[in-house]
């Protein structure tokens, strides 16, 4: 099975950044599409970026556009979620997850496989 461990998570103040990586192992990373969701407490989980498989086609989600960048590199089995101008609304539990058939997938029902999630926290 496909296995996805997040990392990069931690506090940070409004308008700084982060970058989360998600490492995958136990399939052929070539052939997923990668996506981050994130869920904050008492909140659904909501979608904030996927990648297709040959990363010529991305998503993201209203909120994020303009300050998040979904990347990947398949040589490295990695996933990553460059984010810039944080918000104190960005705080939450940040998911990857990875799916094959499926093209850039923005539907969490999609993933069949998930990670454990990574907290942010962006507060002063």
């Known amino acids: 099975q496909v296995q996805l461990v997040e990392s990069g998570g931690g506090l940070v103040q409004p308008g700084g950044s982060l970058r989360l990586s998600c490492a995958a192992s136990?399939?052929?990373?070539?052939?997923?599409?990668m996506g981050w969701f994130r869920q904050a407490p008492g909140k659904e989980r909501e979608f904030v970026a996927t990648?297709?498989?040959?990363?010529?086609?991305?998503f993201y989600a209203d909120s994020v556009k303009g300050r998040v960048t979904i990347s990947r590199d398949n040589a490295k089995n990695t996933v990553y979620l460059q984010m810039n101008s944080l918000e104190p609304g960005d705080t939450a539990v940040y998911y990857c997850?990875?799916?094959?058939?499926?093209?850039?997938?923005?539907?969490?029902?999609?993933?069949?496989?998930w990670g454990q999630g990574t907290q942010v926290t962006v507060s002063s």
């Open positions: 997850a990875s799916v094959v058939n499926f093209y850039a997938s923005r539907r969490d029902y999609e993933y069949p496989y």
């Open positions: 136990g399939g052929t990373f070539s052939m997923y599409s």
């Open positions: 990648i297709s498989r040959t990363a010529d086609k991305t």
